[in-house]
């Protein structure tokens, strides 16, 4: 008899469960609110960084401006006239990407540290293991779904119209109702992209160069930041969107200047944004 109360007593002591049980939370980035003075002293610390390393941060334009040239150049020689416009407007879309080199050196400069090119580099080599991969699939995503959007509506709409070479497809976009009609569908839905794309990666793509995060996580830390302070972040996003583009004009030289000073100003917004850790 004795022998079943301690058996039972054993199984009841063992099948009960911890009192109060506390589920792991996972950190959470804080987000600050962005202002106008963060805005304006960022691009202030971003020109500052450029000039601190000129050649090493115009080197990452000038690569990005003959990536250009080239990738038009390839779609002039192929024919793919039509691809022109969606590729220079989408262009600066897998600029936070490129810039990952930029974030590198701002975030050296900002703590005193020496550096050369073998040490950018390899940092930029090593996020092929980390989590900025898939940041760049996202990107990579968002774009091609600017390049379907972009070739349905031209069939959709330019249906009817004929062009063989770079200056008759201008005429159609340009001078034509339907090519009017097709522009302002394109611009609807590029923006849109747009802003999709700015909002998941404005401080995501920073942030997973500097810290041990997921990109999801990355992702999710961007959003907040825009939405605590949305309509000082979509002037932000005015002022990157209106800069790549004039940048484009002088044939993509333009971003040997603008995409250094743009990466670096990034960096410096996104120290302001997120800082700390919420427990």
Not at 188 to 199: D, Q, Y
Not at 210 to 219: N, Q, T, Y
Request: hydrophobic share 55%; net charge negative.
């Amino acid at each position: 008899m004795l022998r079943e109360e301690c058996i039972i007593t054993f199984k009841t002591e063992g099948s009960t469960p911890p009192e109060n049980p506390t589920p792991q939370q996972r950190a959470l980035p804080k987000v600050n609110t962005v202002t106008a003075d963060d805005i304006s002293a960022s691009l202030k610390a971003g020109f500052s960084d450029f000039l601190a390393r000129p050649f090493m941060s115009g080197f990452f334009g000038l690569f990005y401006a003959v990536f250009g040239i080239l990738f038009v150049w390839t779609l002039v020689w192929l024919n793919k006239v039509w691809m022109i416009i969606p590729a220079t407007i989408g262009f600066p879309l897998v600029a936070p990407f490129a810039a990952a080199g930029l974030y590198e050196m701002s975030r050296r400069l900002q703590k005193g540290e020496s550096f050369g090119w073998s040490e950018v580099l390899t940092v930029i080599a090593n996020q092929r293991k980390r989590e900025m991969g898939w940041m760049a699939f996202v990107t990579l995503f968002i774009c091609w779904v600017w390049f379907y959007q972009f070739r349905t509506v031209l069939v959709i709409v330019l249906q009817d119209s004929s062009f063989s070479d770079l200056e008759g497809f201008f005429n159609a976009v340009l001078f034509t109702p339907e090519g009017w009609t097709f522009l302002a569908i394109g611009t609807c839905v590029g923006a849109l992209l747009s802003a999709v794309l700015f909002t998941v990666t404005v401080v995501a793509m920073p942030m997973l160069l500097d810290r041990e995060v997921d990109f999801i996580s990355a992702m999710l830390t961007s959003i907040r930041v825009v939405r605590e302070s949305p309509v000082v972040m979509l002037a932000w996003a005015a002022i990157i969107t209106v800069t790549m583009l004039l940048s484009l004009a002088p044939a993509f030289l333009g971003l040997i200047f603008t995409l250094p000073i743009l990466g670096h100003t990034t960096w410096h917004l996104y120290q302001r944004a997120v800082t700390s850790v919420e427990e």
